[in-house]
DNA sequence: TGCTGGCAGTTCATCTGATGTTTGCGAAAG
DNA sequence: CTTTCGCAAACATCAGATGAACTGCCAGCA
């Protein structure tokens, strides 16, 4: 085991006792490394790793800190490292995006406020403004897109949820998607299709706010470019 | 932007521009350090934080290579991470999880393999050996639970839903939800919701599969102690 | 009294150079 | 042809020095 894992171990260990919580401030550096018996360069090694998988944070001229811990947070980086991923794996991805999405918008339908329910309707109302005529302001549909979305991840009362439809619909992801679907009249029907899962929503009715999220969902699947080797 | 940040950007780029591919191997240090403008130190930082995010692989005395990129390689992470959430959070969890393997079920069901029935009920025929009369091998029993889980993942031809399901039910964080399960006879009852959702399996029906399973985790999450602080 | 600006101390950021450890490979010996 | 040995390459780690940014405090001013 490489001293910057036993770092990375040994504050995870500190955090899993107790011995640091969330807000907490971790000692400076040069005592830190001598805690854990590593110099210097190895600790920061071992902190800048904790620092991209959002455990920790550090300001320059202040300290490093131990973040909130949230789902949000832990879950973000992964977003980063999914647009890695071959196109190959779209299908795949797409289909785990759909089952926590039509999970998300069964339970936003039950749970979401009035108000919530009005902030949806006002992100698809700028859908009109944007598509006049044959053009479409391509980037602020994408734009639109993502915020309905959310605003249904959002409402779901569960942030673990809500992070992982985040990572796996996010804006670097969804843009690449976008990228793939170059059917005639996409736009009118993700949007006949959004106003759908709207009315459902209003309604209150999750089984129908599930079947629309999975519709919706499973016809941008088939719009998916086939992936190149078949089986 | 921190230099490190350059570094683990300007990588990503390599990768995503196609310069670098899944084996390749990256330039030494100096030439890396020299060619993103950074000092070897900021450089080392970079890549080891793309070393623990399962991008890279490197290995003392030889050199540093790009990983398969596969979604079981970058999701694994996150495993790590996920058991420094509060207990608060394991209902949230523990609901993805369930959406997660009920979805896995249905999958499994029409792909699983005659052979990996077989191997699904060798391994619930482990079971009676471990229980016998009042006391119970407890850890066998969980890595029983583990492995039959496992089986079911692997075999639903979505390997992102099967890495997604190995962070969300892995072995420490099934540790922990085993830690707070005391319920008298438990494990008589989970074997006994295993041994429904293989006859589901064996018999290639999705639905009844995903209901049992999602009857099984729900009786899981009854089980979960209550969170503490109400709203 | 209350606010503002600057100063000093602390802490992280980065660079440089040196030394240890491991690996891969080719040459030499059998 | 196989095995063994040694060298060079590459990463691992350390130590020291300098720079940059933030915090807190305090004096000066209105």
Redesign the pocket.
């Known amino acids: 085991m ?3 894992d ?1 770092v990375v171990d040994g504050i995870r260990r500190m955090i899993l006792d107790g011995q640091l919580r969330p807000g907490d401030r ?5 005592d830190l ?1 001598d805690t854990l ?9 071992g ?2 790793a904790l620092s991209i998988l959002g455990v920790v944070h ?7 800190y131990v973040t909130s811990l949230d789902p949000a947070r832990l879950l973000s980086p992964m977003a980063m490292v999914l647009d890695l991923q071959d196109d190959g794996a779209m299908p795949a991805f797409h289909s785990v995006r759909r089952v926590l999405e039509t999970e998300a918008a069964g339970l936003a339908a039950t749970r979401m406020t009035d108000d919530a329910v009005a902030e949806a309707r006002a992100i698809l109302d700028r859908v009109p403004e944007i598509m006049h005529g044959a053009s479409v302001d391509h980037d602020r549909f994408i734009e639109i897109d993502i915020a309905f979305h959310r605003v249904i991840a959002a409402h779901t009362g569960n942030p673990v949820l809500e992070a992982l439809i985040e990572s796996f619909a996010g804006r670097t992801v969804r843009a690449r998607l976008w990228r793939g679907l170059h059917t005639e009249g996409i736009e009118e029907r993700t949007h006949g299709e959004h106003e759908a899962i709207w009315r459902a929503l209003a309604a209150r009715d999750p089984e129908a706010a599930r079947i629309r999220m999975a519709s919706h969902l499973l016809g941008v699947e088939d719009s998916l470019p086939r992936p190149e080797n078949l089986e």
């Open positions: 490489s001293r910057t036993e971790l000692p400076v550096e040069k490394a018996q590593v110099s210097r360069g190895s600790l920061r090694e902190v800048r550090t300001r320059q001229g202040d300290g490093t």
